[in-house]
């Protein structure tokens, strides 16, 4: 084990260099969870209507006097099928969207929404789990990657250092990290526009396109930029 600051990093001595691993989640299993929980919630769905019928206060009542005017066992047959669907539909939208990993001696290739970011070793100096995402760090301290990750945290880990890339436990980085607010000094040219923008764009029921690209263009002035909860934290590289 080495250490970068007071962060401890795992890195395997002697790296494999037989077949590439894949990592990714079991796309059977993820539509399974996701049908199984639109059934259930078809199950209940009576039961609540039922129930906020029994409520004098209750909105919706209109929708609820409605769905169960329809006789049993149609309505639970049909709200546990129209769940179910759902359900699929929705597990079909999270496979698409979740991370698959493929790891060599050489290279790494995340894949995510049928759009591949494919890096060799000597781009990546180390790899980190932030919440619930994955993050790649080149040599500068530039952020690479950051991917939202469902994989097995310390089963990726084991691969990633298998194969000798560099894990570390936390951002080598983070005390290195200011809050961001309106005028913060020591920012690049530009770079409080960006962040008012993006900060704005977070709070938008769409805007999470918006504000991945809105961190591209930070990260191309040298603004690495990490969230928690409605802040915005940011560091310069090389600052």
């Excluded at 990093?9 to 989640?25: G, I, M, N, V, Y």
């Excluded at 699929?88 to 979740?98: D, K, P, R, Y």
Aim: one cysteine or more; glycine letters at 10%.
């Amino acid at each position: 084990m080495e250490e970068a600051g007071n962060v401890p990093l795992h890195k395997s001595p002697a790296p494999r260099t037989d077949q590439a691993a894949e990592l990714s989640e079991s796309a059977w299993v993820v539509v399974l969870v996701c049908v199984v929980c639109g059934a259930v919630a078809g199950v209940l769905l009576p039961f609540l209507a039922r129930l906020l019928l029994s409520l004098p206060w209750a909105p919706l009542k209109g929708p609820a006097d409605l769905l169960t005017s329809v006789p049993e066992p149609a309505l639970t047959l049909g709200t546990v099928a129209v769940g179910g669907l759902g359900g699929l539909l929705l597990g079909f939208t999270a496979v698409h969207e979740s991370l698959s990993v493929r790891v060599t001696a050489t290279h790494l290739a995340l894949t995510i929404r049928d759009r591949t970011q494919e890096f060799p070793r000597e781009r990546i100096d180390v790899l980190f789990r932030d919440g619930k995402q994955l993050v790649a760090l080149a040599p500068s301290g530039l952020e690479l990657a950051r991917e939202p990750c469902g994989l097995p945290w310390r089963r990726l880990a084991d691969t990633l250092t298998a194969y000798g890339w560099t894990w570390a436990e936390q951002d080598p980085y983070q005390a290195d990290f200011r809050r961001w607010v309106p005028g913060t000094p020591g920012l690049p040219p530009g770079a409080d526009a960006l962040l008012r923008a993006r900060a704005r764009a977070r709070t938008q029921k769409d805007g999470g396109a918006d504000a991945r690209e809105l961190r591209g263009e930070l990260l191309r002035l040298g603004v690495v930029v990490r969230d928690e909860d409605e802040r915005q934290y940011w560091r310069v590289v090389g600052g």
